[in-house]
């Protein structure tokens, strides 16, 4: 069964960046897809992010487009996620998922792994 861990959560002030981390727990295969989803208190999970197998392919939800950026280190087994000019309503907890099955990549009940989330938080 694979583990995702997340890391790199934290709090930062309105403007700042932070940059989040996924690796599996143990060895993961790197045919998936990888994914960020988001979720804010009261919400429910959002789509944020997703990158394909061999990072040829990106996709963004419009709110976080050209503030955000996927990447993978398939030689690491590390997804990251570099968040810039980040805002208060980024707030939320983040996930990382992955699959390897195909489907709408910004449903997450296609994804077959998830992390335990890391809190991000941004004060105004």
């Known amino acids: 069964q694979v583990q995702l861990v997340e890391s790199g959560g934290g709090l930062v002030q309105a403007g700042g960046s932070l940059r989040l981390s996924c690796a599996p727990s143990?060895?993961?295969?790197?045919?998936?897809?990888m994914g960020w989803f988001r979720q804010a208190p009261g919400k429910e999970r959002e789509f944020v992010t997703v990158?394909?197998?061999?990072?040829?392919?990106?996709g963004y939800a419009d709110s976080v487009k050209g503030r955000f950026t996927i990447s993978r280190d398939n030689a690491k087994n590390t997804v990251y996620l570099q968040m810039n000019a980040l805002k208060p309503e980024d707030t939320a907890v983040y996930y990382c998922?992955?699959?390897?099955?195909?489907?709408?990549?910004?449903?997450?009940?296609?994804?077959?792994?998830w992390g335990q989330g890391t809190q991000v938080t941004v004060s105004s």
């Open positions: 998922a992955a699959r390897s099955r195909g489907g709408i990549y910004s449903d997450p009940k296609t994804y077959d792994y």
């Open positions: 143990g060895r993961i295969d790197s045919a998936l897809t």
């Open positions: 990158i394909n197998r061999n990072g040829g392919y990106t």
